[in-house]
């Protein structure tokens, strides 16, 4: 197998006498979705959270093609091509969509400190901006402001953001909340496409999703992984069983 | 330079550090409990001097005039938490800054309309006129020593009232979760009056009792007022602890600053200058303590 | 098309400019000083508008950056007047244009040590500390005898523009409208640049900026810089036209002032400080004539603008404020 784009090894990190990060390796290879599962409180959130760069791990390292990333910040980690999107839903709320992923452009190209362009003519940012959005759907709604767009498209937003920064790969956390079944089964097929472009790691709550989608899953329970494997593997698993999936089943 | 003055000028930086923990109480629960930036704390402060200048001059009791204060300040408080503040609690602090500078501009202007542009006296009460004799020679006025007690009275008060009472369980429940105080019951409308009126009365009392150590005037209130804010930002804004803390740090190190630095600087500059240069310069001393301070802990030393 | 909100600014603009005018024609020069004063306190506001208004700084300390541009006008006017060299020999001078570079520069420094410092905290830390820096340089204007101390300073001969008579009242007021101009249309091409977008994307949601990988902080800081240069600017000018500059330019009241008139005239528009900025002066002059209690009336006009109309003059005349 390939090299992993996103390698975590070793990772700790206590709040007091709290392990919310429990010694967790976890790797992510080119080309898969790679799903994190758990129940509430397993510390996934803690989790993403050191991966993005917003808290710093006790100990551990992260490396992200192939360069330790560990301390450097988010902003970061996301112009080296980490992308995340966020549980809650985040954008620029009062830009239209097209300049939330015009900024994405801006930001790629490393160039916030231009004063005198205007955005709204600079074809160097619209065109990457406009493709990001058709390849997510979203042409035809890219000068609405995001107040006005459904639950939904914010997510097909987000992910267009993500493509435009040009992620080298996906932090997707629980896209799929708050999506009614139509919502759902597109971004289910769209994720399925885009994990060809750059590998996801996935943290949903949704299981048909993650059974659909899943290449490989991970199991966290109180900040440990208790099994990797293939989606199969994790179905059988008795440890996993116990801990997570009978709760559901 | 004698320790006898040193001690005196001590003291001194006792006596501004409780007074502006009266203020800075108020200021850091009020921000602790409801989130709101208040800057017409330093017309309460204001409206707690003149009621109890005006007070004590009909009655010609000193005390009656303390109670004045209090009552009056907690009054004003509360009206105007009701007609105004109330409407800030859910608005960004940029709202919050204008509407209280409003209130500022009201108040100030209002008083000079009632008062008059002239300042007013308070004297002193006569049981606490003249000076006692502290160990070490010191002479040191009766009246500003009542105040430093009287404030580290309050201070413990204020301690048991937030751990011990009721008032004060449901004034830490506000600190730490809304919507938890709303599950208990708990009429918040009433508790955020209660606690703005409270913080008013301690900062209505502060002005009573330096009004009779200075001037009663308009505008008394806004020196004060920022002092407070240096303490409330160093103390870590929402601790109680933190503001009085840093309430006696900030009173101590600018009154020595103002009484040390122009001595410091005599050895290098002629004494006119060196007066008028560190006077004023020591006026910079807290500041760039605050700086030092937030350079190292963003977020103040006792942040909530 | 040209939208409403132009109409308005348009209309404003030229009211001003007219109002100048037509003051000068009746020979009522009092007038033409009022016109003079909306547009350099539509400036400095329009300066504190880039940190406040467009990257969400609450800045409640900018009057110190006003006062180090009056200081700028009265100390190389006083000693070009008095010939004596300043410190490091330097000559004084009164070339308003060399005088505004000194008073931005000047602003610059201070704002980076400010904003260093502040930028790191936010909310109300960020209000709080920004008043306290503040309140430490107007102390140090106070404390500092040389250049007048708390008595301040006067500038006998007003300073000097190449190819105008800045001694006539009209001359001077269409250098501070240019300014005033020329600072909207800076804040007009900031707003829609790369730079524009970025600090725009910071102030709505910072942690959305980090996330696409734009830095919060050097954005935050170059907005508060540039902000003070354009307000000491107007600082120079205000000495100016008073002929005097004293530590009160620097006072916190000064530094409310400033937000107030911006909140007055609307957030977020480019015209908002100057909008502001006419309705304060002519509170202050109308309400003045009619009651030295003025400052009540001002507080209750305040209260209610921020209680019950968020939207300020602009809000009123021009609509609500659309976002692309």
Redesign the interface.
Known sequence: MAEPVLQISNLVKSFGALRATDDVTIDLHPGEIHALIGPNGAGKSTLIHQICGTHAPNSGTIRFMGEDITHLGVAARARKGLGRTFQISSIAPEFSALRNVMLAVQARQGSSFRFFRPVRSDASLTGPAMTALERVGLAGRASLPVAELSHGERRQLEIAIALALGSRAFLLDEPMAGMGPEGSRALTSFLADLKQEAPILLVEHDMDAVFALADRISVLVYGKIIATGTVEEIRRDPAVRTAYLGDHD | MTAALAIEQLLNGLQLGVMLFLMAAGLTLIFGVMGLINLAHGSLYMVGAFACAAVASLTGSFWLGLIASLAAAAAAGAIIEVLVIRRLYSRDHLDQVLATFALILIFSEGTRWVFGSFPLYLNIPSILQGAVSLPGGVQYPAYRLAVIAAGGLIALGLAALITRTRLGIRIRAGENDREMIGALGVDIRTLYTVVFALGAALAGLAGALVGALQSVQVGMGEPVLILAFVVIVIGGIGSIKGAFLAALLVGVVDTMGRFLLPHLLATVLPPSEAGTIGGSASSMLIYIMMAFILAFRPRGLFAA | MISREWTVNAALALALLAAAIAAEAAGQVFYITLATRIAILGLAATGLNLA?GLGGL?S?GHAVFFGIGGYAAGILGSHAFSGDPMIFGLEGSNSMPLIWLVAALAAAVAGVVIGV??I??S???F???T???A??LY??A????AYG?EDGLSIFVRNAFPGMNTMKPLSFFLISFGALMAGIAILA??R???????L??VR??E??????????F??KL?AFVLSAMITAVAGALYADLNRFVSPSMMS?HMS?EL??LI?LGG?GRLFGPMAGAALFVLIEHNLGELTE?W??F???I??VT??FA?GGVLGFLAGKVR??
């Open positions: 406040l609450v409640f410092i502040s790191r905290t909310g109300v830390y209000i709080m500390i008043l306290a820096f309140q430490m102390y140090f106070i404390s500092w005898p101390g091409v900031l829609g640049s790369r730079f524009g977008s970025a725009d994307v709505q949601n942690v959305r900026a980090a996330a696409v990988g734009i830095n919060p050097p954005v170059t916190w409310g937000i107030v909140i957030t209690r400052q009540f001002l507080g209750l305040l209260l921020v209680l968020r976002h692309g």
